[in-house]
């Protein structure tokens, strides 16, 4: 069986920036009953794909929730739960959480993901960033990776990140994994 293909509407196929379809919704981890067990980040998703093989074209994604006087944690916008996913195009915008690319093979391509807090973030995918624009929108952090071993790959950022290029959440001094690195760019 092929892909699943969700295909959004432009006059200009190459980008984001004239895509005419948006699903949207406002779900933050503030509006998510305390006695929900399970994956809270799932549950706040705008669109939360488990299904493996999915192409996605032109369509934009946003979870509205925000930060709207103080913190209202996670607010995901694109959950990535399977594996062989393709994004081209597409415009990807929350404020906390933004993308989760959790497991599998992913390929963003000429795609905007905007956010402020840890808005790439995910545990196991192997996610391949191609031609996006990221776009930062508040003071936070771009990504925060799950990673627990040497063994997952790692990138390096050119100097458009602090020096420092991360920092330590919730005084974890685990930090002998972490490595930034780009990709022959």
Excluded at 18 to 30: G, L, P
Excluded at 50 to 71: C, E, Q, R
Excluded at 77 to 92: E, H, L, M, P, S
Aim: with cysteine.
């Amino acid at each position: 069986m092929g892909p699943l293909v969700l295909q959004g509407y432009t006059c200009n196929t190459e980008s984001y920036a004239d895509n005419q379809v948006t699903i949207a919704q406002a779900k933050a981890q503030r509006d998510i009953p305390l006695n929900v067990t399970g994956d809270r980040n799932w549950a706040t998703s705008t669109l939360g794909l488990a299904a493996s093989n999915i192409k996605m074209y032109n369509l934009n994604v946003a979870n509205t929730a925000g930060k709207i006087g103080g913190k209202v944690g996670q607010a995901v916008a694109v959950y990535a739960n399977g594996t062989d996913y393709g994004f081209y195009a597409c415009n990807f915008s929350s404020y906390q959480d933004t993308l989760c690319a959790h497991n599998g093979r992913e390929l963003y391509a000429r795609t905007l993901i905007r956010g402020a807090t840890d808005f790439i973030f995910g545990m196991n995918a192997q996610a391949w960033f191609e031609n996006c624009d990221i776009e930062v929108v508040g003071k936070g952090y771009v990504t925060a990776n799950g990673r627990e071993s040497e063994s997952n790959p790692s990138c390096e950022l050119s100097d458009v990140v602090h020096p420092e290029g991360w920092k330590l959440w919730n005084n974890d001094t685990n930090t002998a994994n972490i490595y930034y690195k780009e990709f022959n760019n």
